[in-house]
């Protein structure tokens, strides 16, 4: 099986490089583009498998277009390929629902390698809780989040971890148990990702990853505090403890000035 790669990124020398690279079996590469708008005509008109982009595209986000992308093209993976190494960039991919985040640094046989897996993996069961769960936080709590997503969000995410306590392993092998592996995976992202939801539709401001459009501008004064989560079941009480905004060194002793590390808006 052959599998058409869409290429997205606006050098084009890594155009070409990546294409030449992907220009043989089991991939071809469909189109080689370097701007979002370009992607989303491609994706309209060609049968796509395979997306590959950048992070930074001339013509706007390359997060933007992969928002775009898994809410109009669910079935085809979108693949972050970048030279950033930006632990925001990651979790704001995760959370949009990149297949991955690849490093341009990476050897031309990894990539080779990680994208055959991504093309060739078997699809999840779409009734099982991964799949819910991914879906909910992917449609509900991607990073540009609205008051009504959230809210939406939280309600499905409360039913969907209700169902844990009826989660059983069939496999009962001792040796490369995957399923026992997945459900120990979903025991831990269960809870991570409720206590994100949760946290995030009660914080009313924009902050970090955290790209609220009800409430664009960053408030220092009401929230400039760690949210802190314990989770119980389904269910997910909310605390907050301030922020240290004092050295423990000053700067008459010898620690650096706060002047040059004072909070200020994080922009794109």
């Known amino acids: 099986m052959s599998w058409n790669v869409l290429i997205v990124d606006d050098h084009e020398v890594a155009r070409v490089g990546v294409s030449w690279l992907l220009n043989s079996p089991p991939f071809q590469v469909t189109g080689s583009v370097p701007t979002a708008a370009e992607a989303l005509q491609c994706l309209e008109e060609e049968s796509i498998d395979l997306v590959l982009l950048d992070i930074r595209l001339s013509d706007g986000s390359g997060l933007r277009l992969l928002e775009q992308i898994r809410k109009s093209y669910p079935d085809v993976p979108a693949v972050v390929f970048s030279a950033y190494e ?5 979790a704001r991919s995760a959370a949009l629902g990149a297949a991955d985040y690849l490093l341009k640094s990476i050897p031309s046989k990894t990539l080779l390698n990680t994208l055959q897996h991504i093309a060739t993996g078997n699809a999840a069961d779409e009734e099982s809780l991964l ?3 991914q879906k909910t936080m992917q449609e509900d709590a991607a990073v540009f989040r609205t008051d009504k997503t959230l809210a939406e969000g939280v309600d499905k995410m409360t039913a969907i971890a209700a169902k844990m306590d009826d989660l059983k392993v069939s496999d009962r092998s001792l040796v490369w148990n995957s399923d ?5 995976e979903l025991t831990n992202l269960m809870p991570s990702a409720l206590a994100t939801i949760v946290g995030a539709e009660a914080r009313k401001e924009s902050r970090g990853a955290h790209a609220h459009e009800d409430f664009t501008e960053r408030d220092d004064e009401n929230w400039r505090v760690h949210t802190v989560s ?3 079941g389904n269910k997910v009480d909310l605390s907050y403890r301030p922020v240290i905004a004092d050295p423990l060194t000053t700067e008459e002793e010898g620690g650096i000035s706060l002047k040059k590390i004072a909070p200020k808006a994080r922009t794109f």
Not at 86 to 90: E, S
Not at 180 to 184: I, K, V
């Open 86 to 90: 930006n632990p925001t960039y990651i």
């Open 131 to 133: 799949c819910l769960m």
């Open 180 to 184: 026992l592996m997945e459900t120990l």
């Open 230 to 232: 314990r989770v119980d």
